[in-house]
């Protein structure tokens, strides 16, 4: 009977181990990948920074279409120097949050905390954006506007940048390039396909008169839904995430610490984290020895 052969590479100990008999597809599966990537805390960070690129591009994609509306199509008739001044606004919140206002923050709530705040802030200011083209007045509606824009600004640094903490806390430094690799792949997919899909959508969502939700709120709404689903699946991540990692013996020790029942005091995955962690185990996890033996 023709065989084929098994080799894991890249596993946590870094051996090798060959078997010679017919794969499985799950086998087929984990030898074409390196083990690294099947860390539940890699592809939880990896799927946060497509996540948040995804909201940002849709976002930045839809926010001038929404502002040259027309009023009578609930936008607010800008023109181009009126949406150059918001967003060089927003340039500016951005620059100097980054320089003064990540640090001090991401010390009072840790880089996870501060990510599942930026989640949950997220909503409100999506909610709220739709609703500026209802303000009638010129001078409540620009500093409505402008504080929603520098929130906007303040939540996606503070998301970013605690991504990109996770990623490099995520694994140890010898595979830390596969790792942001990975990230940098599933966001300049999500940077991809954002535009294509929210210009069509938002356009068809004006124009259609349909009710809520499918009126012109729908892009919006989306945008919470997709932050509301990031600010969940931060609830997988262990919680040796926010301790980086110096070598591979360290790594692989927290690694299996994460196994270990939560030491008393220290927060938990909870209940709905553990039921998916024994899925996931259950799919892509196997004893070694066990297929030696067969």
């Known amino acids: 009977e023709e065989t084929d052969a098994l080799v894991l590479s890249g596993d946590l100990s870094g051996d090798q181990v060959e078997l010679s008999r017919p794969l499985t597809w799950k086998e087929k599966i984990l030898s074409s990948l390196p083990t690294i990537l099947l860390v539940r805390n890699v592809w939880v960070v990896c799927s946060h920074y ?69 989640m949950i802030a997220y909503v409100p200011m999506l909610l709220l954006f739709p ?12 500093i409505g506007l402008l504080l929603l824009m520098a929130s906007r600004y303040v939540i996606s640094i503070s998301a970013f940048t ?37 210009d069509p959508l938002f356009a068809w969502s004006v124009s259609s008169g349909n009710p809520f939700p499918l009126d012109y709120r729908l892009i919006f709404l989306i945008m919470v839904v997709l932050a509301l689903m990031n600010f969940a699946l931060s609830f997988l991540l262990s919680r040796n995430i926010e301790k980086s990692k110096t070598s591979h013996e360290e790594f692989v020790r927290m690694q299996a610490e994460d196994e270990l029942p939560t030491p008393e005091g220290e927060e938990s995955q909870g209940y709905f984290s553990a039921k998916l962690d024994a899925a996931f185990d259950a799919v892509f996890e196997y004893d070694l020895e066990q297929i030696t033996d067969q």
């Open 131 to 142: 609703h500026v083209s209802l303000i009638t007045s010129t001078v409540p509606m620009w």
């Open 50 to 118: 497509g996540l948040v690129a995804l909201i940002v591009i849709v976002f930045d994609d839809v926010f001038p279409l929404y502002a040259m509306n027309t009023r009578a199509n609930h936008g607010l008739d800008f023109d181009t120097d009126q949406i150059g001044i918001f967003i060089a606004f927003g340039g500016a919140v951005l620059i100097t949050y980054q320089l003064f206002g990540y640090t001090p923050m991401a010390k009072f709530f840790g880089p996870l905390k501060l990510f599942r705040v930026a």
């Open 162 to 198: 605690s991504v990109f903490i996770l990623i490099s806390n995520s694994t140890e430094p010898a595979r830390l390039g596969m790792v942001n690799g990975l990230g940098q792949t599933l966001a300049a997919l999500a940077r991809a396909i954002g535009p294509m899909l929210a």
